[in-house]
């Protein structure tokens, strides 16, 4: 399985590629940045890397001249992608010897039907590499072989006064003779299993055209199901819509049952048609999804229609009971005259308490000014400051007295207070009893 190296800054980019080329067969390895990228091909490959122009910290342009300046990653293909696709940006391509540049957002299958290109042009310049390497090594070969034979050499008569000397030098020629032999012998073998190789590698380069000429095919029927799932896009966004509209028109029933019909209807078609378009499975699941909603929401009305008939019952109850709560609210109205009476008889103890309150605050300023009398007077100072302890002493426990009564009062207020809601909600209860037993009276 070939492997492709996405590497986009945009998460939602990432996803997008993602999806579109495990679908189309491909592993797929995201990186957020370039500095990222980088450093997964510094410890693995990849068979093509689609890279993003623009990037907070390296842009595409960057990435793709790091990939060309390494021998190593030198021959992966480099598929740049931008928002913006123009003359510029191309010239910036070819300078840094990008494979090619894809507009985003991606237009149906342009981007597997490019890198599945770019992936057959990585196959042929290896299949035509090794086809020049098995040559030159076939070439070498043979000039091997030429320069271990020796040339000939034409006879040259010798005098009769050196045949003893030739005699002697005849042994070591013949040595040598078989060593070019044996030489020419290995060269041979060599040979023959460089052509075994050429004719591997041949049927395998004809093994993978056939397999290209497949992936011709698999590719025109990728692009048929990408139409079939456009379509079934299509289809369900009519789905979701009468969806939507189940959802704003609840209260009419039966049409609601009619349209989950033809909704289940063509839920079962899309579930037809998924047997042969596996792309389409997440999206069918997402109907069944909307539907089984639309199912438990049309349930929820049922439910709530039940609750509206046991509450008409229980309106029948409250006629009885409306009986008992007039009996209840004459009780708390004579309850909240005793209150109010309890409250003026607080409110009057409260004014006694503020007049007691306002001589002390009185006979407390003139203590005080007997108090500022006594600091110019030094020598009656003593016998004022006791005085004036004990009229302190008097000051808090009349304090203390109104603090207490203040919070009797208030307590009673608030007592008050509390009753005169209640009798108000209780009588606001009855008259809209009052008023439903009038309506249902007039009806009947």
Same mark, same amino acid.
């Given at each position: 399985?070939?492997?492709?190296?996405?590497?986009?800054?945009?998460?939602?980019?990432?996803?997008?590629?993602?999806?579109?080329?495990?679908?189309?067969?491909?592993?797929?390895?995201?990186? *957020?940045?370039?500095?990222?990228?980088?450093?997964?091909?510094?410890? @693995?490959?990849?068979?093509?890397?689609?890279?993003?122009?623009?990037?907070?910290?390296?842009?595409?342009?960057?990435?793709?001249?790091?990939?060309?300046?390494?021998?190593?990653?030198?021959? &992966?293909?480099?598929?740049?992608?931008?928002?913006?696709?123009?003359?510029?940006?191309?010239?910036?391509?070819?300078?840094?010897?990008?494979?090619?540049?894809? +507009?985003?957002?991606?237009?149906?299958?342009?981007?597997?039907?490019?890198?599945?290109?770019?992936?057959?042009?990585?196959?042929?310049?290896?299949?035509?590499?090794? =086809?020049?390497?098995?040559?030159?090594?076939? !070439?070498?070969?043979?000039?091997?072989?030429?320069?271990?034979?020796?040339?000939?050499?034409?006879?040259?008569?010798?005098?009769? #006064?050196?045949?003893? #000397?030739? /005699?002697?030098?005849?042994?070591?020629?013949?040595?040598?003779?078989?060593?070019?032999? /044996?030489?020419?012998?290995?060269?041979?073998?060599?040979?023959?299993?460089?052509?075994?190789?050429?004719?591997?590698?041949?049927?395998?380069?004809?093994?993978?055209?056939?397999?290209?000429?497949?992936?011709? %095919?698999?590719?025109?029927? #990728?692009?048929?199901?990408?139409?079939?799932?456009? @379509?079934?896009?299509?289809?369900?966004?009519?789905?979701?819509?009468?969806?939507?509209?189940?959802?704003?028109?609840? =209260?009419?029933?039966?049409?609601?049952? =009619?349209?989950?019909?033809?909704?289940?209807?063509?839920?079962?078609?899309?579930?037809?048609?998924?047997?042969?378009?596996?792309?389409?499975?997440?999206? &069918?699941?997402?109907?069944? #999804?909307?539907?089984?909603?639309?199912?438990?929401?049309?349930?929820? $009305?049922?439910?709530?229609?039940?609750?509206?008939?046991?509450?008409?019952?229980?309106? +029948?109850?409250?006629?009885?009971?409306?009986?008992?709560?007039?009996?209840?609210?004459?009780?708390?109205?004579?309850?909240?005259?005793?209150?109010?009476?309890?409250?003026?008889?607080?409110?009057?103890?409260?004014?006694?308490?503020?007049?007691?309150?306002?001589?002390?605050?009185?006979?407390?300023?003139?203590?005080?000014?007997?108090?500022?009398?006594?600091? *110019?007077?030094?020598?009656?100072?003593?016998?004022? %400051?006791?005085? $004036?302890?004990?009229?302190?002493?008097?000051?808090?426990?009349?304090?203390?007295?109104?603090?207490?009564?203040?919070?009797?009062?208030?307590?009673?207020?608030?007592?008050? !207070?509390?009753?005169? =809601?209640?009798?108000? !909600?209780?009588?606001?209860?009855?008259?809209?009893?009052?008023?439903?037993?009038?309506?249902?009276?007039?009806?009947?």
């Amino acid at each position: 399985m070939s492997k492709i190296l996405v590497v986009d800054d945009s998460i939602a980019v990432r996803k997008v590629a993602e999806r579109l080329l495990i679908e189309a067969g491909f592993e797929v390895v995201l990186a *957020a940045n370039g500095d990222e990228a980088l450093a997964y091909l510094a410890n @693995d490959e990849a068979d093509v890397i689609v890279c993003d122009v623009i990037m907070p910290d390296k842009s595409g342009y960057e990435v793709c001249a790091s990939v060309r300046n390494q021998p190593r990653l030198a021959a &992966i293909p480099v598929l740049l992608i931008s928002g913006i696709v123009n003359d510029e940006v191309t010239q910036q391509a070819q300078a840094c010897r990008a494979d090619g540049v894809l +507009k985003k957002p991606f237009q149906g299958t342009s981007l597997r039907d490019t890198v599945s290109e770019l992936l057959a042009r990585k196959q042929a310049r290896a299949t035509a590499a090794s =086809s020049d390497a098995e040559s030159d090594l076939r !070439e070498d070969a043979v000039s091997l072989h030429q320069e271990e034979i020796p040339p000939a050499r034409s006879p040259v008569p010798e005098p009769p #006064a050196v045949s003893s #000397a030739h /005699e002697e030098c005849q042994e070591p020629a013949e040595q040598e003779t078989l060593a070019i032999r /044996e030489n020419l012998r290995l060269t041979a073998d060599r040979l023959s299993e460089v052509e075994s190789l050429l004719h591997a590698e041949r049927d395998r380069a004809k093994d993978l055209a056939d397999r290209v000429i497949e992936l011709e %095919k698999e590719v025109g029927r #990728a692009r048929e199901m990408e139409r079939l799932l456009e @379509d079934e896009r299509r289809r369900t966004s009519e789905l979701e819509s009468k969806v939507t509209g189940l959802e704003e028109e609840l =209260s009419r029933i039966p049409q609601l049952e =009619s349209l989950l019909q033809e909704a289940r209807e063509s839920a079962e078609t899309t579930r037809r048609d998924a047997s042969a378009l596996k792309q389409a499975q997440e999206t &069918i699941a997402q109907l069944e #999804a909307a539907l089984h909603t639309e199912q438990a929401s049309a349930a929820q $009305l049922v439910q709530q229609m039940t609750e509206l008939e046991e509450q008409a019952a229980r309106g +029948k109850d409250a006629e009885s009971a409306l009986t008992r709560e007039r009996e209840r609210c004459a009780e708390l109205e004579r309850k909240a005259n005793d209150a109010e009476a309890l409250l003026l008889v607080a409110k009057a103890k409260l004014e006694e308490v503020e007049s007691e309150l306002a001589s002390e605050r009185r006979m407390r300023e003139e203590y005080e000014r007997r108090l500022s009398e006594s600091e *110019a007077r030094a020598t009656k100072m003593q016998g004022l %400051k006791v005085l $004036l302890s004990a009229e302190r002493e008097r000051s808090a426990e009349i304090a203390q007295k109104l603090a207490e009564t203040e919070w009797v009062a208030m307590n009673a207020t608030r007592r008050l !207070e509390e009753i005169g =809601s209640k009798l108000r !909600e209780i009588a606001s209860a009855a008259s809209e009893l009052s008023k439903e037993i009038g309506e249902r009276g007039a009806t009947t």
